[in-house]
């Protein structure tokens, strides 16, 4: 874990041209906290695999059910140790996934990362790696290969995470994670319907202080365009359709709990 402090410290001396105090919030990730996840938690979680998010109840998910024998290493127990680590702007969380990637093939350690983003209004990067731990089992102490969360947020969508959690975790234990029902899009008065939204609503602020932050410091890849070569460079070609790209939903967990 130092060795991960360390690393995380110097990769931020690369971070928009060298101003390594725009990475994180605080300054420094040398305080990161590990946590274990709670024991109610936990059983949530190996029912929402086994059971909920289950299409082939009551035969097993394509990845095995999760049972006492499997529950360190199975693949989708992926948040038994986890730690959050806070970025100041929008583009810092994938910065900082795409470093650690580097860090864990140089060392021969298996990881994956992904981008976390739900029709709640959660918007993160989500960072896993293998790491030997020794764990009691029945009578004996066993090394077990298990994975570690580390969660890649923004300051701006740690704050509405604290707030809306309790409402995701009801949710989706008692929901599919493909589950379809959109009645509370028309429901302003719902804290359902405020919280996604406010969700969203950071997320467009949060890119729109980041590319302001680009323009102040010159960090833009190009030239800026005044305003109206803009609206002319936008505008689609008379007699053509415009392309619009549509990314899927990632139905996974989320933020304080996500895919926990």
């Known amino acids: 874990m130092n060795d991960l402090i360390r690393y995380l410290n110097e990769i931020a001396a690369e971070y928009a041209g060298g101003r390594p105090h725009l990475l994180y919030y605080p300054v420094s990730p040398s305080d990161l906290s590990v946590f274990t996840k709670p024991y109610q938690s936990l059983l949530n979680k190996v029912y929402r695999i086994n059971c909920i998010n289950n299409r082939r109840f009551p035969d097993r998910p394509d990845k095995g059910f999760v049972d006492y024998s499997s529950m360190y290493e199975h693949e989708n127990m992926n948040d038994l140790l986890r730690a959050r680590l806070v970025c100041k702007y929008m583009d810092g969380p994938k910065f900082v996934a795409s470093a650690l990637a580097s860090f864990c093939k140089e060392r021969c350690i298996k990881s994956k990362y992904y981008s976390m983003n739900n029709d709640l209004g959660y918007y993160a990067w989500h960072f896993y790696f293998r790491i030997p731990v020794e764990i009691m089992v029945n009578e004996g102490v066993e090394e077990k290969c298990i994975w570690f969360e580390l969660q890649l947020t923004t300051q701006l969508s740690e704050l509405i995470t604290g707030l809306t959690h309790g409402l995701y975790e ?26 996604a939204y406010l969700g969203h609503t950071l997320h467009l602020l949060e890119g729109v202080i980041q590319t302001f932050r ?14 109206s070569e803009m609206e002319s460079a936008s505008a689609p070609i ?23």
Do not use: C
């Open 238 to 260: 008379s007699g053509s359709a415009p392309t619009v790209n549509a990314e899927a939903m990632a139905g996974r967990d989320s933020p304080s709990e996500a895919d926990s």
């Open 170 to 195: 009801g949710r989706r234990s008692t929901q599919p994670s493909n589950h379809t029902d959109q009645k509370w899009r028309w429901e302003p008065r719902s804290q359902l319907f405020r919280s």
């Open 214 to 227: 680009d323009e102040v410091l010159d960090l833009m890849p190009g030239k800026d365009m005044a305003i």
